[in-house]
Structures are given as C-alpha cells and as structure tokens.
C-alpha cells in the first residue's frame, strides 16, 4: 500500500475485509435486530433498588464481552471492566459509591475505568494481533496510523511539554484548513480515554437489558478511593461504576423524562 499524506481515510479501505462468520446486515436484519434493539432499549432504565441475587456468570461474561464489542478511537481501548466478586471488596465498594441504595442492593457492580495510561500497551498489543498469524507486516497508511500518528498525538510527559509542542503544531495547521485540535492539555487525554470508556458502559447496560437484567450507572462515587480499592495507578481514571441485577418495583424511581427532541436533536 502507498504511503499517502491522508492515512486516516485510506485506513477505512485497509480495514474492509470478507470475514463469513461476521453477521452482515441484509434485508431480514431490520425485522429481526430491530424490534428487539428497540425493547432492549426502552427497558433500560437506571434502577435504584435491586433484589440482591446475582446474576449467573455465563450471562454476566457475555455482558461484559459485548461491553467489549463498543467502538474505541484508533480502536485503542483504552479502558478497563472490573467486575468485582470479592465480598470485601464489594462491600467496600458500595460504601465508596455512597450507600446508594443502587450499589448496596446490585447483584453485581462493575468499575468502569479510562485507562489514558494504558495508550502504548494497547497500541503495542494491538500492532502484535493485527501482524499475528503470518500476516503481513504494517505498511503504508496503517503503519503510518499506528507507528507515527498514534504516538504523535497521545505521547505526554509529567511538564507537558508534548502537550505544548502540539498545541504549536495545531495552530500552525489549522491557520491552513481543519485540524484535530486535541490533545493539548492532560485533560483532553482524560476525556478522551473516558468517551470510549462511556461507550463500553453503555454498551453493557444494553447488554444486561437484552439480557433481562437492570443497571444503574452511577458517578455519585468517591472515584479516588475506589481507585485505591482496586490498586490502580494514579493514571486511571475511574469513570463510573454500573450496578447490575434484577430490579425490584419499587427500585424504579418514575417515569422515563426526556427533554423535548427539539432540545437535543439538531437538524442543521
Ligand atoms: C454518568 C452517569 C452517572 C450517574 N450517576 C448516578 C448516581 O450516582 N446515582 C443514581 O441514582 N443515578 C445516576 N445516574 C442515572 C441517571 O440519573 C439516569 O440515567 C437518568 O435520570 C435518566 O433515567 P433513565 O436512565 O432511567 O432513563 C447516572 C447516569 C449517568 C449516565
């Protein structure tokens, strides 16, 4: 493959591939994944009180793999599921999370955790699966994505200077036409790694909703102590934790309330 000077949108071509054992959308698919995408996501609600039975772990494993299947910028994955069993830990856990009725009550809690530390490690591990096998080694575009562009942009250091050399760069650039603006500061790696760790949670809420279990997601927590609860280095970030069980009546606080659609969906 060419070297070109746009790797981003040669990457869509690279990533084309005919795999038989991957569901591919046809006519059937609105009329069989539709109704029950649609139930599964009407019965989503964050649920306050559950009945305390745990979920069997067959079902919360295929959860937590579909959790998985949610999309991540440069496909890095930059986050961590963290189912937790241990009784003392769960029982700490919920204390951290407040004694909210949500996480005294789940049958299970999970952290969910932005892992913006864990950007080579993954890119690394990645790079390993995607040449495994006697595959080619990466060239053109996607050697240049992974081993120059990816780097380029999530490289920091402790003064951040990283930070302020691309914030030059960027402004060098856009005076010539659009450019990725982040990031420039340690809070754009932050954001970044919690987008695609909000991603995989709300990918396993409708997981355990298909499932026929309810969920709770709750940031209402003591995030540091939790972080310390899981023995996690100071570069994780704990994004949320999500109760999971089955709800009890009374575990379900009102009706669903969204703002008007004109509020929120945008036609420009
Ligand atoms: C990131 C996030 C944090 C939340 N934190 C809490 C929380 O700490 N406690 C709680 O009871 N609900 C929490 N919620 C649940 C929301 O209050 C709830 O999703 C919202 O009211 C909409 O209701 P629905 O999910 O039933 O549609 C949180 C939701 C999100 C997405």
Same mark, same amino acid.
Request: net charge positive; glycine share 6%.
């Given at each position: 493959?060419?070297?070109?000077?746009?790797?981003?949108?040669?990457?869509?071509?690279?990533?084309?591939? !005919?795999? *038989?054992?991957?569901?591919?959308?046809?006519?059937? &698919?609105?009329?069989?994944?539709?109704?029950? &995408?649609?139930?599964?996501?009407?019965?989503?609600?964050?649920?306050?009180? &559950?009945?305390? #039975?745990?979920?069997?772990?067959?079902?919360?494993?295929?959860?937590?793999?579909?959790?998985?299947?949610?999309?991540?910028?440069? @496909?890095?994955?930059?986050? #961590?599921?963290?189912?937790?069993?241990?009784?003392?830990?769960?029982?700490?856990?919920?204390?951290?999370?407040?004694?909210?009725?949500?996480?005294?009550?789940?049958? #299970?809690?999970?952290?969910?955790?932005?892992?913006?530390?864990?950007?080579?490690?993954?890119?690394?591990?990645?790079?390993?699966?995607?040449?495994?096998?006697?595959?080619?080694?990466?060239?053109?575009?996607? !050697?240049?994505?992974? @081993?120059?562009?990816?780097?380029?942009?999530?490289?920091? !250091?402790?003064?951040?200077?990283?930070?302020?050399?691309?914030?030059?760069?960027?402004? &060098?650039?856009?005076?010539?036409?659009?450019?990725?603006?982040?990031?420039?500061?340690?809070?754009?790696?932050?954001?970044?790694? @919690?987008?695609?760790?909000?991603?995989?949670?709300?990918?396993?809420?409708?997981?355990? *909703?298909?499932?026929?279990?309810?969920?709770?997601?709750?940031?209402?927590?003591?995030?540091?102590?939790?972080?310390?609860?899981?023995?996690?280095?100071?570069?994780?970030?704990?994004?949320?934790?999500?109760?999971?069980?089955?709800?009890?009546? #009374?575990?379900?606080?009102?009706?669903?309330?969204?703002?008007?659609?004109? !509020?929120?969906?945008?036609?420009?």
């Amino acid at each position: 493959m060419p070297k070109t000077a746009s790797p981003l949108s040669e990457m869509t071509e690279a990533f084309v591939y !005919d795999s *038989s054992d991957e569901l591919k959308p046809d006519e059937s &698919f609105l009329t069989t994944a539709l109704p029950g &995408f649609k139930d599964a996501l009407s019965a989503r609600r964050a649920i306050r009180i &559950f009945d305390g #039975e745990p979920i069997p772990e067959g079902i919360m494993r295929d959860c937590l793999r579909d959790a998985t299947l949610a999309p991540s910028a440069s @496909n890095l994955q930059p986050y #961590e599921l963290y189912w937790v069993r241990n009784e003392k830990k769960r029982v700490l856990l919920a204390d951290d999370c407040l004694g909210q009725p949500a996480a005294t009550t789940a049958g #299970e809690l999970i952290v969910v955790v932005a892992r913006k530390d864990l950007w080579n490690t993954n890119r690394e591990k990645l790079l390993r699966i995607m040449t495994a096998d006697g595959a080619e080694p990466l060239v053109g575009p996607l !050697d240049e994505y992974y @081993n120059h562009i990816v780097p380029m942009l999530r490289t920091t !250091d402790t003064l951040g200077v990283r930070d302020l050399m691309r914030r030059v760069v960027i402004w &060098f650039r856009a005076r010539k036409g659009p450019t990725v603006r982040t990031p420039v500061s340690r809070g754009d790696h932050r954001v970044w790694a @919690n987008v695609q760790s909000s991603l995989a949670a709300q990918t396993l809420m409708l997981s355990l *909703s298909a499932h026929g279990y309810d969920s709770c997601p709750m940031g209402g927590i003591d995030k540091l102590r939790i972080r310390r609860l899981l023995g996690l280095p100071r570069g994780a970030d704990v994004s949320m934790v999500i109760s999971a069980g089955r709800r009890r009546p #009374e575990g379900l606080y009102g009706r669903r309330i969204r703002l008007d659609e004109s !509020d929120l969906i945008k036609v420009v």
